[in-house]
């Protein structure tokens, strides 16, 4: 299956260029013009690949890429007309992959995407199957199993677990999940992930009253245990 890749720059012509690019290259471009609608995006289709301007209308392109990096390790190439040193390395820390200065090559671009793709490769399939304690997650085909047994499992439980599970230990806020299951994170609804939760717990854990794997880190959120 041919990778797909995400597009992001507040310039249409730009947009139009490389994704027209990639496409020539047997990748599927999806794009957008803003940072909102680069979230959005990027949380509907999941793509395999992000290219992502820094200056963007709506929500700032390292917002974006903090944002993205908070839910994902999805490759990142950052594309900018800013060439100071220190907005290199503000996106490098990011965790971004790679990082080219406008104006560019689209032949170019396209080399390192398939350049980062090469190097990332071997990283993105040791994650596409989670497996710690009894759980067994299969990204790519949404399923689960507990003790060898499958789980049928809702898409925002899903991504909830997925979040989890690829950062054992690490303590998400209920804020930040709500994030990953796309609902709105101004809206005063921050217990829906507590249902979720709960829910989780119930089709997971051995003892839901005494959890195994979702752990409860008070006044903060959640996490995964990094014990099991």
Known sequence: MNAVILVVDDELDIRKVVCDYLERANFRAISAGDGAA?????????????????NLPEVDGLDVARAIRRESDVPIIMLTARVEEADRLIGLELGADDYVTKPFSPRELVARVKTVLRRV?????????????????????????AGGRPVELTLSEFKILETLMRSPGRVFTRMQLLEVIHDNPYAPYE???????????????????????????????YKFSDEV
């Open 38 to 54: 680069a979230l959005s995006l990027f949380r509907s289709q999941r793509p395999d690949f992000v290219i992502l301007d820094l």
């Open 121 to 145: 490769e071997p990283r993105r399939d040791e994650k596409e199957i989670l497996h710690l304690g009894e759980l067994v997650m299969d990204i790519p085909r949404n399923k689960l199993l």
């Open 191 to 221: 217990r829906v992930v507590d249902t979720h939760i709960r829910n989780l717990r119930k089709k997971i854990e051995p003892d839901p009253t005494r959890p195994l794997y979702i752990l409860t880190v008070f006044g903060v959120g």
